[in-house]
């Protein structure tokens, strides 16, 4: 269980207003399950991840994890506590110049492994997690998108974590690689057991893999509910987020146009003209 007690963070830095990114969060995630944090652009929703393994030290309150209060932890018992913390990012953080085994021994490396073939060892049982052992000896240059995400998958698994945090972890890829890559998400919750926090501003993500969700307003949660409430019917949500995820997605109010007027042809064929009809109009004629 993930709790995070009345978390703050103010960004302050000379010269400049300090800004809240979040301000006065307490949310409860229960062990094992997938909880999906959305808002509007700037909401605080990264800054809020980064606070649970305290990539982003909050200014104020306190990070549970199973427990034990990360805020309180000192170096040494953060990074051994930051190993049981996987994250992946949108952007995936590969190192370029090492091949995709090499960049998972790297993090087995920092987590304190000793031995390089125990690390070889768990770097390929990590990436055979996500079917991409056969890449093992390529750099990430040569790597479509989708499978570069599963290395850093793979490279978050390989210190076998409790909790995995994804930061937009499908937005830089196209619809299908999305949900290729959310079905590992969801078989590694499922299977490993892992508790995965997931940010993101892609609303079907959301539909597709959170059990809970949780929306940010200017650095607070201001509605939760669970993501099984989305397929109810009744179910109104209070916030412009939340009604546009139960909604049919993006509807724009567009001006009509030449192109959706009918516009009479006054040029008749012959067949019509034989038959001794009124002209017809059609749709979409174009000057
Ligand atoms: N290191 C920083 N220094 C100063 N301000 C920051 C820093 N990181 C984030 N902020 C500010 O904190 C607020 C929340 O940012 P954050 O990135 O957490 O939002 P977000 O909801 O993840 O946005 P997005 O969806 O655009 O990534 C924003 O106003 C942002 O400009």
Redesign the pocket.
Known sequence: MISLCNISTV?T?RGKTP?T?VDDVSLDIPKGSIQGII?F???????LLRNINLLERPTQGQVLLDGTDLTQLNDEELRQARHQIGMIFQGFNLVNNLTVAQNVELSLKFAGVKGSRDRRERAAEALSIVDIAEKADAYPAHLSGGQKQRVAIARALATRPRVLLCDEPTSALDPFTTATVLQYLADINRELGITVVV?T?EMEVVKALTDHVAV?ESGRIVERFPALQLHDPQFQPATAIGKYLVSDGIQVDRAPTSADTLTPVTAVTGVERALDREPVAVAGGRD
Do not use: E, L, P
């Open positions: 960004f830095a800004v990114a808002g652009s700037g909401a605080g929703k990264s800054t940010v501003h940010m």
